[in-house]
């Protein structure tokens, strides 16, 4: 397996140091460009061609929303995961609307730094704990929410399962934490996506956020 290819964007050149540290491993990790500048970065990724892009939120010129949203839009296949220094809710929502396939803070240690960079490039979602228990912050806070639902008609078990799939189980976990089987996951699944008018995992997240489902 090739390394995979990492360029870093953020307007501290400490934090690109720290890092571009945390990831010396040839074998696993070569660092193809970094850049203190999201539009520099625009510049120069057609070039490098990263396999994954590690982005900071907040910077002048073009924020980590906007850099993710233009990096989507040209090269669709490359992976981006957010770097910051918080785990806001309304940051994750535009985050996740972006296009971005990961969440992580910047105190992140190596171990986890490396388990974001290898579930994202393997295809996954990674959010960092913190991100995760602000998440199933709002997950737990499902119940003052049931107006919202019933605007798209939603079942009480299709609210369960949205939740489910926030907490990235698949079909078969899902069948069996609701002691259901994996055909009626999916007949719920195709009912969701068909009720929220959103069309991947990225969107419903983001619909569950905007209507409260998930907080």
Do not use: C
């Not at 501290?12 to 040839?26: E, F, S, V, Y």
């Not at 989507?72 to 535009?94: C, Q």
């Amino acid at each position: 397996m090739s390394a995979i290819k990492i360029y870093i964007v953020d307007d501290h050149q400490m934090l690109i140091d720290g890092l571009k540290a945390l990831m010396n491993d040839p074998a696993q990790f070569k660092i193809v460009g970094e850049s203190q500048s999201g539009k520099k970065a625009l510049e120069e990724i057609p070039n490098l061609k990263p396999d994954i892009l590690l982005t900071d939120i907040n910077m002048p010129e073009m924020d980590g929303i906007e850099l993710t949203k233009e990096v989507k839009k040209m090269f669709p296949n490359i992976k981006i995961i957010a770097l910051s220094m918080f785990g806001e809710r309304a940051t994750i929502s535009d985050m996740l609307e972006a296009g971005v396939n990961g969440y992580i803070l910047k105190n992140t240690g190596k171990e986890e730094l490396v388990a974001a960079l290898t579930k994202v490039h393997g295809g996954g979602m990674y959010f960092s704990d913190e991100v995760s228990a602000e998440m199933m912050k709002a997950i737990s806070q499902n119940q003052r929410t049931k107006e919202e639902d019933k605007k798209v008609n939603l079942t009480a078990r299709e609210a369960e399962i949205i939740q489910l799939i926030a907490q990235e189980l698949s079909n078969a976990m899902i069948a069996d934490k609701l002691f259901i089987s994996e055909r009626t996951v999916e007949t719920h699944r195709k009912n969701i996506f068909r009720k929220t008018e959103t069309k991947s995992i990225v969107g419903l997240i983001k619909w569950a956020f905007e209507n409260k489902i998930i907080q």
